[in-house]
């Protein structure tokens, strides 16, 4: 029977008893500590260790941003609390988040096109800093600020005339709905000073999930030049520039990991040769994924194993309903196997081949296909790994009235 490789398992899962293991615990005693399947794992150490890796590799002077969509489960932001610099939303949902999980909004920043009016005055009263996304919602934040005598805290995105090469999400370069046009910069950002609103500077955000070293590297230079480009027209310092990042994990087989050591080492040379105009600018990345997607691991349980015209089906109880991304139905093309494994049997021989779905009433609800696994039986546990982002919250969980999936941090 033909197969199909998985991706690359992350590093920092053992194996127990047989079992899967994360942070010392088998897969079976998570399931048992959740009370069901399916369900989210985020393990702390996994988190920490990305964290510090991080840190170790990257100037001091560059801070480190959160970029919460990737998963901004309550417990998670408070772990995340005291170990970045700032946060990034993109929502008033996502501004109540941090405010429940205690941080600090003058440490977080709004960005996101559409910000209806109601959450500007939400983002202006907290003293969030805005990262507009267009003249117009300049021009709103400026009114609503006058009307509840509050000073907006403005930042400009910029829709930069270059992109991440290789990225998954491409969002800059060309016409886009984010961020403004870079030469339309200067003369919005002398209005909002002008206008007496708090100058925070610029926020530049080129792609997502780039793994060449290359490519990020490249586009930093190219952020900090047009940057200081900017600055200069606007004829003003920024007191801060969000550099993006765009920093990739590796799901599929074949995907090497970023060299963190040669991004750190090119934005260490940047930053000790800074243009003029940034010398003075506090710097930031802000990640997602890379922070948390390999620190979780989605753990759902076989309930029917099938034969259907020579292909063996482990039929679970978990799907696309929480793992979109794994099912190859967000931001792909050609569907390939995210790492999976069969966590209740991990260190078994794998000699079955199989095609790993979920509960969902849709041919799209696939979690590996032709994979080469332990044999799995009713009852056993499957771990799909790199969920830590964009899992529960990117997936339509309401979709069949399976309902959410329960999520842990230990
Ligand atoms: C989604 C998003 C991010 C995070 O992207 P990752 O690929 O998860 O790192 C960062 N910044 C902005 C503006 C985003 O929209």
Redesign the pocket.
């Known amino acids: 029977m033909k197969t199909k490789p998985v991706g690359p398992i992350p590093e920092g899962f053992e194996t127990l008893g047989g079992e899967l293991a994360v942070g010392g615990r088998k897969a079976s005693e998570l399931v048992a500590a959740a009370g069901r399947t399916p369900l989210f794992v985020y393990s702390r150490e996994l988190l920490d260790a990305r964290i510090a890796k991080l840190r170790a590799a990257m100037p001091g002077k560059i801070g480190l941003n959160f970029?919460i969509?990737?998963n901004p489960h309550p417990d998670v932001l408070r772990h995340m609390e005291p170990l970045v610099d700032g946060f990034?939303i993109?929502s008033s949902g996502e501004l109540a988040l941090t405010k429940a999980a205690g941080i600090d909004p003058a440490r977080v920043s709004f960005?996101g096109p559409g910000k209806r009016d109601d959450e500007l005055e939400a983002a202006i009263s907290a003293g969030v800093t805005l990262n507009c996304e267009s003249s117009g919602e300049a021009e709103r934040s400026l009114t609503i600020g006058q009307r509840i005598g509050k000073e907006p805290r403005i930042a400009i995105r910029v829709n930069p005339d270059f992109e991440l090469k290789g990225s998954g999400m491409k969002?800059g370069g060309g016409a886009k709905q984010f961020g403004v046009d870079a030469d339309k910069v200067p003369a919005l950002a002398k209005r909002i000073i002008g206008e007496g609103a708090e100058w925070r500077g610029l926020h530049i955000?080129t792609g997502?999930?780039a793994l060449s070293a290359d490519a990020i590297i490249e586009t930093q230079g190219n952020v900090l030049n047009l940057a200081a480009e900017l600055a200069d027209s606007i004829g003003s310092s920024l007191p801060k520039l969000n550099m993006?990042?765009?920093?990739g994990i590796p799901y599929f087989p074949g995907d090497e990991p970023l060299d963190l050591a040669a991004v750190g080492a090119a934005l260490q040379g940047m930053v000790a040769d800074l243009p003029v105009p940034l010398i003075e600018t506090d710097l930031c990345l802000?990640?997602?994924?890379?922070l948390v997607g390999e620190a979780g691991v989605y753990l759902c349980r076989v309930v029917d194993r099938k034969e259907s015209h020579g292909t063996t089906y482990l039929v679970t109880d978990g799907g696309l309903h929480h793992q979109l991304a794994a099912s190859g139905n967000f931001g792909t093309v050609v569907r390939r196997n995210y790492p999976v494994a069969i966590a209740s049997r991990f260190d078994a021989e794998a000699d079955d081949v199989v095609n790993v779905v979920g509960c969902l009433c849709t041919p799209l609800d696939r979690l590996a296909d032709q994979a080469l696994m332990p044999r799995a039986e009713v009852g056993d546990i499957v771990a799909v790994f790199c969920a830590g982002?964009y899992g529960a919250t990117a997936s339509p969980s309401a979709f069949l009235g399976h309902g959410p999936a329960a999520e842990l941090l230990i």
Not at 286 to 290: A, F, S, T, V
């Open positions: 970029a969509k990737a990034d993109a960005a969002m955000f997502s999930q993006g990042g765009g920093f802000e990640l997602g994924r890379y982002a």
